[in-house]
């Protein structure tokens, strides 16, 4: 088995209990839950049973160990995740609107996760992988853009793959650099994972179809489109399949789609059919949305066993 590997931000996430407008009175909050777009991925990886691991970094201190002691127990190789003498770990605060939108107070770029480099430990990683998946989120600071760089030129130069989750977020579009960043991935991607409306930041077809035609003629092999509740679709030069989501009451939507596409990447990688992958995928996703905390919803084999046993599809 080929093992995964991503490069990005850990952080903590610290919930408001009531739904509101931000962060502008005290309110009551509940956390430090482990989180990190790249972390959440990489734990639900982990929990399926795949080889992999993650290049990061935490600050010298329990928001750094809570992170640390989830995805080691869970089975991800954190010999990548250094831990800085100055900084502090990341953190997200996040607070629910009634509309259902989120509002976050981010220290990512200024926590240790800001400090991400090239060290021993980050290359011996990457050159025992043979596939990375990149987090839009992730391409914020100049050394993850960098190693970023290295590590896709190393494995795709030893018939590596590369896949992609644009996952951005509007608090971060405008930052100096993202744009060609994000460019740059796509040109490399082999799996491209965009929620819907993600399609047109690297396409100004006029619809859908278009876009994903687009895409699929620039050389990605396989696009995955995530479709929240509804579920996903699955799109190749070789045709299309849409699977539809499973019927759960959502708690907390944070982690649906980085736990989404780490269960379609297990199964691609497998070479399982795409109907098989986005079934199993999407059943990650909805089991995520149950639980409050980013990566509290992680499934292993067996939480999926017990999933499928009562799960009921929309369609
Ligand atoms: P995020 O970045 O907020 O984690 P996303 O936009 O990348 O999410 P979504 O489309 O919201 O991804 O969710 C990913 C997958 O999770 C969906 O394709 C679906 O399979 C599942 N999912 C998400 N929300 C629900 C829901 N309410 N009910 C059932 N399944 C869901
Ligand atoms: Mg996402």
Request: glycine share 12%.
């Amino acid at each position: 088995m080929k093992k995964v590997i991503t490069i990005g931000e850990i952080l903590v996430e610290i919930m408001a209990d009531t739904i509101g407008e931000g962060f502008r009175e005290p309110i009551a909050l509940t956390g430090p839950f482990p989180s990190g777009a790249p972390a959440i991925f990489i734990d639900q990886v982990a929990k399926l049973g795949h080889p992999c691991g993650m290049v990061s970094r935490v600050g010298a201190d329990d928001f750094g160990r809570v992170n640390l002691d989830r995805l080691a127990r869970d089975g991800v190789d954190v010999s990548a995740i250094g831990i800085d003498d100055d900084l502090v770990t990341g953190s997200a605060f996040v607070r629910y609107r009634a509309s259902g939108d989120r509002d976050f107070v981010f220290n990512i770029k200024h926590s240790a996760s800001g400090r991400i480099a090239r060290t021993a430990e980050a290359e011996a990683l990457i050159a025992g992988a043979g596939h990375l998946h990149v987090m839009g989120s992730s391409l914020v600071s100049e050394g993850v853009v960098d190693l970023i760089r290295h590590a896709i030129a190393s494995i795709k130069g030893r018939g590596g793959s590369v896949s992609f989750d644009p996952n951005i977020r509007k608090e971060i579009l405008g930052l100096t650099g993202l744009r060609a960043a994000l460019d740059d991935v796509l040109a490399a991607t082999d799996l491209f994972l965009p929620s819907g409306p993600e399609l047109f930041l690297f396409s100004d077809a006029a619809d859908e179809a278009g876009a994903i035609a687009d895409l699929l003629g620039r050389g990605i092999a396989a696009i995955v489109v995530k479709r929240g509740a509804a579920g996903a679709s699955y799109h190749d030069k070789t045709g299309s399949v849409a699977v539809p989501g499973f019927v759960v009451d959502e708690t907390d939507p944070t982690g649906a789609g980085d736990s989404f596409g780490a269960a379609f990447l297990v199964g691609w990688l497998a070479g399982e059919p795409p109907a098989q992958a986005l079934r199993i995928a999407n059943a990650c996703g909805a089991r995520a949305v149950t639980r409050r905390g980013p990566m509290e919803g992680t499934s292993t084999r067996a939480d999926l066993e017990t999933f499928f046993a009562t799960a009921r599809s929309r369609a």
